[in-house]
């Protein structure tokens, strides 16, 4: 896949990802290249000073929740105390298609395989 870069607005979530252990900024839908394919990718992300940090990117239905569409980042290994209006994303590389596991353990099991994947492929 070609790298991709983008910004786009921050918007509340429903904050699941935190009761799961993976807090993410939330992206307007409206604001997503539109020829981006669902999936998880490996990128990395700029916002006001904070150079450039490595993160995961979920764009895609929310199988697991029986959830609307969503485009969600999680910051490795950074907690963001205050989300940012904008992101500035630089999509790498794509990681895997949106699976739809049975229990929300197995989710998070597979959450920190694509963290791994992503520090490999952002290294």
Do not use: W
Request: glycine share 6%; proline share 7%.
């Amino acid at each position: 896949m070609d790298k991709q870069r983008f910004t786009a607005s921050v918007v509340p979530g429903s904050k699941r990802g935190r009761t799961l252990g993976f807090p993410t900024l939330n992206l307007s839908l409206n604001e997503i290249p539109s020829d981006l394919k669902h999936g998880i990718y490996a990128c990395f992300v700029e916002f006001e000073d904070s150079g450039c940090l490595p993160a995961v990117m979920h764009y895609g239905p929310r199988p697991v929740f029986a959830d609307t569409l969503s485009c969600e980042i999680y910051v490795i290994d950074r907690v963001i105390t205050s989300p940012p209006q904008k992101l500035h994303v630089s999509v790498m590389n794509r990681i895997r298609d949106i699976k739809s596991f049975p229990l929300s353990g197995m989710l998070e099991e597979q959450i920190k395989s694509d963290i791994d994947v992503a520090k490999r492929i952002l290294s």
